[in-house]
C-alpha cells in the first residue's frame, strides 16, 4: 500500500513564525503536490513537483514556498505565517499513467496560526 | 470559473437506500479524468472511483458507480445500500489530460453526506 505520512497532525503557530510542513511517500511517486482546504472551497492546489527540484506553482502560491530536495519528500514552507493561513494542509503524490495519475494522500495537518 | 460543481452542501440519506451526488464539470480538453474522493471526519482522502473522457462504460467499483454523462458533463456519483459508515464529505474531481497543467487536480466544493439509522 502506497504510505503517504505527514509530519504533523496539528500545529499551533505565532504570526510572523516560518513555519516547516513535510511530506514524505514511500512509492517512488514522481509527483507530489500540496493544497490547503477550507470549507465551501474544497481543495486548492498552492505547489507541484514532478521532479527533484522542480516544482510548479498551483492556484495560490502566495505566501508559501516548497523544496523537493529528495524524490521521497516535499515541503511546504510558510515564510511568515499569518492568519489567513489557519487551513489543513494535504499532502498527495502519484505515479503518471496509473488509474488516471490517482493522487494518495496523506492525513493532513491542522495549521492554526494565532 | 468554476471547472468543478458541486451543488449540493449536504445530503442525507437512510440506511441501505441508495444516494446520488451531483457533479458538473465544465472543460474544452477533450480527454480528461473524473474521479471522486472520500473524507471521512478523520481527515483522511481515499480515492473511490475514476471515470476517463473515453470509456465507453460507466466505472464501477463495488457499491460505488459513476453515472457519466458525457454530452451534459455531469459525472455523479451513485452509493447503493448506504452503510453508516459511509457518512462522511465526498470531492468531485478532474483532471485535463492535453492541458500543460495535466498532472493537476481540480477539485469541486465537496457534498457532506451524513446517512441515518
Known amino acids: 500500500d502506497v504510505k503517504v505520512t505527514q509530519s504533523s497532525r496539528y500545529l499551533v503557530k505565532r504570526t510572523g513564525e516560518k513555519v516547516f510542513l513535510e511530506c514524505v511517500q514511500d512509492m517512488d511517486h514522481e509527483n507530489m503536490f500540496w493544497y490547503r482546504q477550507d470549507p465551501g472551497l474544497g481543495l486548492r492546489l498552492i505547489y507541484f513537483s514532478y521532479d527533484v527540484k522542480m516544482k510548479e506553482k498551483g492556484d495560490i502560491p502566495e505566501g508559501y514556498s516548497v523544496s523537493r530536495e529528495k524524490k521521497e519528500r516535499f515541503s511546504l514552507i510558510l515564510e511568515s505565517a499569518s492568519t489567513n493561513q489557519t487551513s489543513m494542509y494535504l499532502c498527495?503524490?502519484?505515479?503518471?499513467?496509473?488509474?488516471?495519475?490517482?493522487?494518495?494522500f496523506g492525513p493532513g495537518t491542522r495549521l492554526t496560526v494565532l | 470559473a468554476q471547472k468543478i460543481t458541486q451543488t449540493q452542501p449536504g445530503m442525507f440519506v437512510q440506511e441501505k437506500e441508495a444516494v446520488t451526488l451531483d457533479c458538473t464539470y465544465d472543460?474544452?480538453?477533450?480527454?480528461?479524468?473524473l474521479f471522486w474522493y472520500k473524507q471521512p471526519s478523520s481527515g483522511e482522502m481515499i480515492f473511490l472511483i475514476y471515470?476517463?473522457?473515453?470509456?465507453?462504460q460507466n466505472a464501477t467499483e463495488g457499491r460505488y458507480s459513476l453515472n457519466f454523462q458525457k454530452a451534459r458533463k455531469s459525472a455523479n456519483l451513485v452509493i447503493s445500500a448506504s452503510q453508516l459508515g459511509d457518512s462522511a464529505m465526498y470531492f468531485c474531481?478532474?483532471?485535463?489530460?492535453?492541458?500543460?497543467?495535466?498532472?493537476?487536480?481540480?477539485f469541486g466544493s465537496g457534498t457532506q453526506l451524513t446517512v441515518l439509522p
Open positions: 498527495a503524490s502519484s505515479l503518471p499513467g496509473v488509474r488516471g495519475n490517482e493522487q494518495f
Open positions: 471515470q476517463g473522457s473515453y470509456d465507453q
Open positions: 474531481a478532474m483532471r485535463e489530460l492535453s492541458s500543460g497543467s495535466a498532472r493537476q487536480l481540480t
Open positions: 472543460t474544452s480538453d477533450p480527454s480528461y479524468g
